[in-house]
Nanobody, 126 residues
Framework: QVQLVESGGGLVQAGDSLRLSCAVSGRTFSNVAMGWFRRAPGKEREAVAAISRNGITTYYSDSVRGRFTVSRDNAKNTVYLQMNSLKAEDTAIYYC???????????????????WGQGTQVAVSS
């Protein structure tokens, strides 16, 4: 059974940094592309970042590009989201998701992801 477990969320001040982690078990991690999504209070879930199986290709939403960095360690079956210069509008529940889609052509399409974590809360005070 595939499991995704996020960690690293918390309460920080605007301008601070956080690093989220997502540990994946149950399948060969190097065969899976990963994405990070978030749901802010009262809003729809949105894509934040994604990374290809080999970690070479990364994708970012316009709202986080230049501040967030997605990376992965295939030896540890873990994907990370380094979040710098956090803003109040980054407050949300952050989810990681795993995709076995061949080609990974739609990294920001939720339906392309096969498994999801339970989410970790990030709160940024202004």
């Amino acid at each position: 059974q595939v499991q995704l477990v996020e960690s690293g969320g918390g309460l920080v001040q605007a301008g601070d940094s956080l690093r989220l982690s997502c540990a994946v078990s149950g399948r060969t991690f190097s065969n899976v592309a990963m994405g990070w999504f978030r749901r802010a209070p009262g809003k729809e879930r949105e894509a934040v970042a994604a990374i290809s199986r080999n970690g070479i290709t990364t994708y970012y939403s316009d709202s986080v590009r230049g501040r967030f960095t997605v990376s992965r360690d295939n030896a540890k079956n873990t994907v990370y989201l380094q979040m710098n210069s956090l803003k109040a509008e980054d407050t949300a529940i952050y989810y990681c998701a795993a995709s076995w889609e061949i080609g990974f052509r739609s990294p920001f399409t939720e339906s392309r992801y096969d498994y999801w974590g339970q989410g970790t809360q990030v709160a940024v005070s202004s």
